[in-house]
């Protein structure tokens, strides 16, 4: 048995309190996810430590025996929080897509949510990441993955070699590499898979490992150094974190991950020992398991009942933390008492509860207070739909290349109008009403489209993929120099608002693009970018639903124009195509919210997919009021 380090658990708690912060929207602690690299490498360290005194005192590890106590740690409290976030979904007219949950819940009982989110593509810092009550329990699965290869390393380490700090030294370099690869090749994978986290938790493998760390000399006499460095190095790492655009993990991960070996380390003899090891942290880290688990879809269900409610987000913390106690109460520590002389029946027991709680989970019934709320979801959803270019084979290719695809829409006569778009999927989405005006016509309609490609003449460091956009600028000027080779009648260009660009970088951007990269007497229009909304209208339209007898009503859910109308780039627009007689900005903001009021769902149809993009059945009804603004010359 290892002697329990009060400092450590201090360290937990810190590291969950970081991480409630963050997902709370405390202000300036938008980086206090990094609570989560601490606990790989305190895990690191742990279980290192545990499993190199059972080699060294016994020469073999009893592997039933370790992943019974992994099960008899990890498994209840995880049940717990499963069946309890059913019971709040049944009980709570909650708006929530129920599909997503059901298929992470089933992924997160089997340890393998981390691989779920990343096949998913699912951006841990993107709008959807809001959208799955258990998007936190990745963290879980690069854990319990690591525990079934660590063990198993260590043994073979330990009868290979006089001392393992070499070995996983290289394991450490080599899994940091791979990770740094990846994270330019695959951010998401890198992100949520283990083999690319392993790094963080050999750190603390390395820690433990390795005698000199805790009888340097030089570093005994250097604790409250080390101590206030790794205090440092976590606020830094924070404080970067919590600006917006700053890529991770990458390598900004080293950051928490040398602080926490630094506080680690330190033990908890130093100048700085009661303020870390103070009895608020240790308490928190006491239940700092069951605190995490929980906290994540309570601030979910809390921003799906009363988006922007400071006094809900803060009860979802305090309920949390009720609920943490009482998992840590009654559950986490009764199990941990229980008697472990036979691992292999507790192995049996978790499999049984595990296959119950999927077979429970995969036959549940809608899970929302009544059926009916099933029956709007799916009411609402089915009359949501993309442009119909999107079913073209590599019409969008998005980062994956720089092909330039041709997106037919409509077919003319050899001498019909030519009327071609060319954007990003703002841009695109005004297809619909497109395709309508050109069929009216008899004219000629094509798309090019790449996803977050801007319309603009400047380089674009692409949040998600971390780096520079290169696909996309490679593209845009491929397809300058079709519209080169071949101009067609009018040139519609489109992008969202939603890039880091100020202003300046707007005008200046377009100038150039129109200035210089396309025909002189080209006729074109610039459709300016529609209003992105703060919260996604459909959930708002299934939370008003729940409220309203499950009937789909507007109540609270349209914005006023003037409130996200962004008129400093229409400006910017403006002035970039001053001196160009032949361009034409289009205003689309009173085209998509008439009156100055944006709508949510008009004659029964829901007028946006997500709060930037609008719904293509929605896009078609704009036709007149676009064909009017656009005031085509043929």
């Not at 440092?232 to 070996?261: D, F, H, K, Q, R």
């Not at 071609?420 to 004219?443: C, F, K, N, R, Y």
């Not at 008129?567 to 910017?572: E, I, P, S």
């Amino acid at each position: 048995m290892l002697h329990h380090r009060h400092e450590i658990e201090a360290l937990r708690g810190w590291a969950v309190l970081l991480v409630v912060a963050a997902h709370a929207g405390v202000s300036g602690l938008a980086g206090g996810f990094i609570g989560v690299d601490v606990f790989f490498v305190i895990s690191g360290y742990l279980i290192t430590q545990l499993l190199l005194k059972e080699l060294n005192s016994t020469g073999k590890i009893d592997f039933l025996a370790f992943y019974a106590r992994r099960v008899r740690r990890l498994l209840p409290a995880l049940v717990f929080l499963i069946t309890g976030v059913a019971a709040l979904l049944y009980w709570l007219p909650i708006p929530i897509d129920q599909e997503p949950q059901r298929k992470a819940a089933i992924a997160s009982m089997l340890w393998m949510a981390n691989i779920h989110f990343s096949l998913m593509d699912m951006d841990y810092f993107g709008p959807q990441a809001s959208d799955n009550l258990f998007l936190h329990l990745w963290s879980l699965g690069v854990e319990e993955q690591f525990y079934l290869v660590w063990p198993l390393l260590l043994l073979v380490i330990h009868r290979l070699a006089r001392s393992a700090s070499p070995a996983i030294t290289v394991i450490l370099v080599a899994s940091l590499l791979a990770g740094m690869l990846a994270f330019v090749l695959w951010p998401v994978h890198a992100y949520y898979q283990m083999p690319f986290r392993l790094w963080q938790l050999a750190a603390g493998g390395l820690l433990a490992a390795t005698p000199w760390f805790a009888q340097s000399s030089v570093l005994n006499r250097h604790n409250t150094t080390q101590a206030a460095l790794g205090t440092g190095l976590l606020v830094l790492a924070c404080v970067l974190l919590s600006s917006e655009g700053l890529p991770y993990p990458g390598p900004l991960a080293l950051l928490p991950t040398l602080a926490a070996m630094l506080l680690i380390n330190a033990g908890g003899e130093h100048g700085l020992a009661r303020f870390i090891s103070n009895p608020l942290s240790r308490s928190l880290g006491a239940i700092s398991y069951s605190l995490y688990l929980w906290h994540w879809p309570l601030l979910l269900m809390a921003k799906a009942l009363a988006p922007g409610s400071t006094t809900m987000t803060l009860a979802a913390v305090l309920l949390a933390i009720l609920l943490a106690w009482l998992s840590w109460r009654l559950i986490e520590g009764p199990t941990r008492r229980l008697e472990t002389r036979r691992p292999l029946r507790w192995l049996t027991a978790s499999a049984l509860v595990t296959g119950s709680v999927i077979a429970v989970t995969v036959n549940l019934p809608p899970i929302n207070s009544m059926a009916e709320q099933e029956q709007v979801s799916t009411q609402l959803y089915s009359n949501i739909s993309m442009p119909r270019i999107y079913r073209t084979p590599n019409c969008d290719d998005w980062y994956n290349s720089d092909a330039v695809v041709e997106c037919v829409v409509t077919t003319a006569g050899k001498n019909a109008p030519r009327l071609l778009l060319v954007g990003d999927s703002i841009g695109a989405q005004w297809t619909p009403a497109l395709e309508a005006i050109a069929l009216a016509h008899g004219w000629q309609f094509s798309v090019y489209t790449k996803s977050a490609c801007p319309m603009l003449d400047v380089e674009f460091h692409y949040p998600r993929i971390n780096r520079r956009y290169t696909e996309c600028e490679t593209w845009r000027e491929k397809v300058l120099e079709v519209i080169a080779k071949s101009p067609p009648d009018v040139l519609l260009l489109g992008s969202t608002s939603g890039y880091p660009f100020g202003a300046e970088e707007w005008e200046n951007g377009a100038r150039r693009l129109l200035e210089q990269k396309l025909p002189a007497q080209l006729q074109i229009r610039y459709l300016a970018p529609s209003p992105v909304l703060p919260v996604d209208p459909r959930a708002c339209l299934l939370r008003s639903a729940s409220t309203s007898g499950n009937q789909l009503t507007t109540t609270g859910c349209t914005v006023d124009l003037a409130e996200v109308q962004r008129t400093d780039l229409l400006t910017a627009l403006r002035r970039a195509s001053a001196q160009l007689p032949h361009v034409r900005i289009i205003d689309t903001a009173p085209i998509v919210c008439p009156d100055g009021i944006c709508p949510a769902l008009v004659d029964g149809i829901p007028a946006w997919r997500d709060n930037q993009h609008l719904n293509a059945a929605y896009v078609e009804t704009l036709a007149a009021p676009l064909e009017q603004a656009l005031d085509l010359k043929h």
